[in-house]
């Protein structure tokens, strides 16, 4: 990437008409942090078993089967962001 390209803003249109949102690296950086937090936080949640999970055939609670939904959809989002936004320092890209 140009040393230019580093210093440009990045621009999200919100789907509502005449509405722009303009984000700098550094809250992409901000975002992407927060969907790794999340993601981590509700695979975390997943891990944690209760006696409801012990009494499904799968093993798992509708709950915490959620949560793990939850932390696959946002790291895929995380994966299509990864192009756009900057990944967190000290974080591996998805």
Known sequence: MSARGRHEPLVIT???PGQKLT???AD???IMR???DAGDYRHLRASQWCARCEAEPDGACGEHLADVAL???YRDLAGR???VLPAPEGAART
Do not use: M, P, Q
């Open 81 to 83: 962001l990864a192009d």
């Open 34 to 36: 927060a969907l790794a």
């Open 71 to 73: 932390a696959d959809t």
């Open 23 to 25: 984000l700098g690296r």
């Open 28 to 30: 992409g950086a901000v």
């Open 14 to 16: 919100i789907k509502v």
